[in-house]
């Protein structure tokens, strides 16, 4: 999936390569992204961005 021979993972926000970061369920966030996240006010446009980019992320499906 998103695992690089180097062993970066893909951010599901910036889309790019990096080493550190969170997992949130599948999809992963860089350090940078989720520190801006947390910086970003709810009313910045940047804001919708980031949640755009969240919903990619497949919420585990209940089954019971
Ligand atoms: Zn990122």
Request: hydrophobic share 35%; no cysteine.
């Given at each position: 999936m998103a695992i690089t021979a180097?062993?970066?993972k893909v951010c599901i926000v910036c889309e790019d390569a990096k080493e550190t970061g969170i997992y949130l369920?599948?999809?992963f966030i860089c350090e940078e992204c989720e520190r801006s996240m947390i910086e970003t006010d709810t009313s910045d446009p940047k804001y919708q961005?980031?949640?755009k980019q969240l919903r990619k992320i497949q919420l585990p499906v209940q089954t019971q």
């Open positions: 180097t062993g970066a369920y599948n999809g961005f980031y949640l």
